[in-house]
């Protein structure tokens, strides 16, 4: 079946150091992989996609990184602020039953600690 | 007001009871979609409608869980015979087309069975 998890539970860093979390997918007809953030109370906030003919894609601090060899994703954040404390998700989007439309499977989520 | 709404924020109710929620998405979203999220877990698929078309239900939509979007603007998800184990947050997201992959989420409604 598809999966799609998480190597690192929670991530602690300093502010100001680059964070990496890591996701690995077992579902290689998805056709985008996306990363989301989740502050406390609030609902997934997406920050960056990839579409899986790429290995990488920058965004305003943020990069991310797909190795389809090893079916690795990972999001790097560029110096790292106290505002990027959260728990993020990777997500993949695969296709509904229909054949045209899509829904995201979601990882389990890193908790990522940012210490001023 | 232009993001996903979500009523209510909590809710309280006694195993038994029915509970419903609404979801209003961006309004040019043709497309609105409900998962479940428990406690340092992903969210989990349940239902997504095109337009007012529901076009998929997941395994987890037992046939106490019904959704509704009747004119293809809001939607309600409806929970019959509430259990402990339907405890969790629910959260409603929309988007604008099948190419997009940014869906933009509403901050959920936080659903504790007693």
């Known amino acids: 079946g598809e999966s799609v998890g998480l190597h690192l539970p929670t991530l602690s860093v300093q502010e100001g150091d680059n964070s990496i979390i890591n996701c690995a997918y077992s579902?290689?007809?998805?056709?985008?992989f996306i990363w989301y953030k989740q502050e406390s109370g609030k609902g997934p906030q997406f920050i960056i996609d990839?579409?899986?003919?790429?290995d990488k894609r920058q965004g305003q601090r943020v990069t991310v990184l797909l190795n389809k060899t090893v079916k690795h994703l990972s999001l790097q954040i560029a110096a790292t602020q106290p505002g990027d404390s959260a728990v993020y998700f990777c997500?993949?989007?695969?296709?509904?039953?229909?054949?045209?439309?899509?829904?995201?499977?979601f990882g389990k989520g890193t908790l990522l600690t940012v210490n001023p | 007001d232009t993001g996903v709404s979500q009523n209510p924020r909590h809710k309280i109710t006694k195993r038994g009871q029915n509970v419903t929620f609404r979801c209003d998405p961006i309004?040019?979203?043709?497309?609105l979609y409900w998962y479940r999220q428990t406690l340092g877990q992903g969210p989990e698929f349940l239902t997504y409608f095109q337009n007012e078309a529901q076009l998929e239900k997941s395994r987890l939509l037992s046939d106490r869980f019904s959704a509704e979007r009747p004119k293809g603007s809001f939607s309600t998800l409806e929970i019959q015979r509430t259990e402990q184990g339907d405890s969790a947050m629910y959260l409603c997201?929309?988007?604008?087309?099948?190419?997009?992959?940014?869906?933009?989420f509403g901050q959920g409604t936080r659903l504790t069975v007693v």
């Open positions: 990839i579409r899986s003919n790429m």
């Open positions: 997201a929309s988007s604008l087309g099948s190419s997009n992959t940014e869906a933009f």
């Open positions: 579902n290689s007809a998805s056709d985008y």
């Open positions: 309004s040019e979203h043709n497309r």
């Open positions: 997500a993949e989007r695969a296709l509904l039953s229909g054949g045209s439309n899509y829904k995201l499977t």
